[in-house]
């Protein structure tokens, strides 16, 4: 084999293991997916409490290490101000069962007394989500689920 040949095959190889490194460090850093995410609220009922049901799948090739979940009515002060990671910081968590390979089936329920429904604001709410993954990178959507208080 000539030098050139062994030149150009030696770059080839030194190219293409370093396209191959970025792709393996980027696929490893994507954030968390949320997916299917839904809101069920159903008001009190006489002396029947209700409740607010919140599901989603979040996905992460590292692994899911928490989802953080906040209901919040969109006539407040964060449909001004967005949301962000430290707004979320001391929320509850859901709990997340395995669901797929990287993915997991978080579940997030409150009850609502008939206090808590007369204190509430009317209208539009919608459902916030911090997914955090094992390798610290983290996905927000301020609206991943929206139901409504009557």
């Known amino acids: 084999m000539s030098?050139?040949?062994a030149l150009s095959v030696a770059a080839s190889v030194v190219v293409l293991g370093g396209a191959g490194a970025f792709v393996v460090a980027y696929a490893g850093e994507r954030t968390p997916v949320?997916?299917?995410s839904t809101a069920r609220y159903t008001?009190?009922?006489?002396?029947r409490d209700g409740s607010l049901v919140f599901a989603t799948d979040v996905t992460a090739s590292s692994g899911v290490k928490?989802?953080?979940v906040l209901?919040?009515?969109?006539?407040?002060?964060?449909?001004?101000?967005?949301?962000t990671a430290k707004d979320m910081?001391?929320?509850e968590s859901a709990v997340c069962k395995p669901a797929g390979k990287d993915t997991v089936r978080c579940t997030y329920t409150v009850g609502v007394t008939a206090a808590d429904a007369e204190s509430?604001?009317?209208?539009?709410?919608?459902?916030?989500?911090?997914?955090?993954?094992?390798?610290?990178?983290?996905?927000?959507?301020?609206?991943?689920?929206?139901f409504t208080v009557r």
């Open 3 to 5: 030098r050139r040949i």
């Open 34 to 36: 949320l997916e299917r």
């Open 43 to 47: 008001a009190p009922d006489g002396d």
């Open 66 to 68: 928490s989802v953080k």
């Open 71 to 83: 209901a919040w009515p969109q006539e407040s002060p964060f449909a001004e101000k967005e949301l």
């Open 89 to 91: 910081a001391a929320v």
């Open 120 to 146: 509430s604001p009317r209208g539009a709410w919608h459902v916030a989500v911090l997914a955090t993954a094992q390798d610290g990178t983290t996905t927000l959507d301020a609206e991943a689920a929206d």
